[in-house]
């Protein structure tokens, strides 16, 4: 995001901040961000916008200690892929004076760490802010033009029902693809081809973020896991039955929501054609 700011808003200042002395020497030295401050309070003195990217759960504690350090005015907004536990913690922990928007950029990959960071992440993807009555909506106008501006399309959502559709659409493929892989022997994965590898990539997301994902998401990741248990049983009793039409029925549903998805997306621009 910061690499996208610097190139699509030129004149904007860009200040990182982690509490990691070698995360902002690298950031700044990649140029990712135009300066990378040793603490929070020279990060976010004269912000108009704060833009929280670490897991979920430490998302509290920031939003207690950002209410005494940003601008009145100040627009707060973070990345998670949860909503709910979000938005109550702002609500119960920022001062009147600053305004709160969820934001849930649709994009990214298993890689972890500034050196991996892309100033074209967002190029066709979506973007989800999530609002409340309660959320200033002259913040949710001013961020739907920032994420605009980084190349992404721009959705509303509450988020409860943010959270319901990305627990199916986001947590639980995150889930499958770990239980896929620990279901599966060392040895006998040195055989695998590039449908395993593509099948399990996001098995390679960094635990503790993921972790922090699932606990905040947790009944709606159960009632998806749930779902796929049922799934996976009628395909299971139909294999096992040698039930050849009704294997070929269950595989050619699957065939033709995908197809229609790809077909959707490619209509959308999200994929190339």
């Known amino acids: 995001m910061a690499l996208a700011v610097r190139q699509r808003m ?5 200040i990182g901040y982690s509490h990691r002395l070698a995360t902002r020497r690298r950031a700044k030295t990649l140029g990712v961000v135009s300066e990378a ?6 990060a976010v003195a004269d912000a108009d916008l704060v833009v929280l990217a670490t897991p979920i759960f430490t998302f509290e504690r920031y939003f ?24 109550v913690w702002a609500e119960k922990r920022l001062a009147s004076h600053i305004r709160y928007v969820g934001s849930h950029p649709v994009a990214g990959s298993e890689q972890r760490g500034v050196e991996f960071a892309r100033d074209d992440l967002f190029d ?13 909506r002259d913040a949710v106008k001013a961020l739907r033009g920032f994420w605009s501006m980084l190349g992404c399309s721009v959705r509303v959502m509450s988020p409860a029902e943010h959270d319901r559709v990305f627990a199916n659409i986001s947590h ?20 695998a081809g590039k449908g395993f590898l593509d099948s399990t ?10 972790t922090d994902v ?31 039409e009704q294997i070929e029925q269950l595989l050619e549903a ?9 077909k959707y997306k490619i209509r959308k621009k999200e994929l190339p054609s």
Request: aromatic share 2%; proline share 6%; charged share 20%.
């Open 214 to 244: 699932l606990l905040a998401n947790r009944a709606n990741i159960a009632d998806g896991i749930d779902r796929a248990i049922a799934a996976l049983l009628r395909l299971r009793a139909a294999i096992k039955a040698g039930k050849r």
């Open 37 to 42: 401050a040793g603490n929070l309070k020279a």
């Open 10 to 14: 030129p004149g904007t200042a860009v």
């Open 64 to 87: 207690m200690d950002l209410s005494g350090l940003v601008p009145h005015g100040c627009i707060i907004t973070d990345v998670g892929s949860t909503k709910v536990l979000p938005h």
């Open 254 to 262: 699957a065939r033709r929501k995908r197809a229609t998805l790809v």
């Open 124 to 136: 066709r993807a979506s973007c989800i802010l999530t609002t409340t009555p309660a959320t200033n």
């Open 201 to 210: 990539r996001i098995a390679s997301g960094p635990p503790t973020v993921w």
């Open 172 to 191: 639980l493929p995150h889930v499958m693809a770990a239980g896929l892989v620990n279901a599966s022997a060392e040895e006998e994965m040195l055989f």
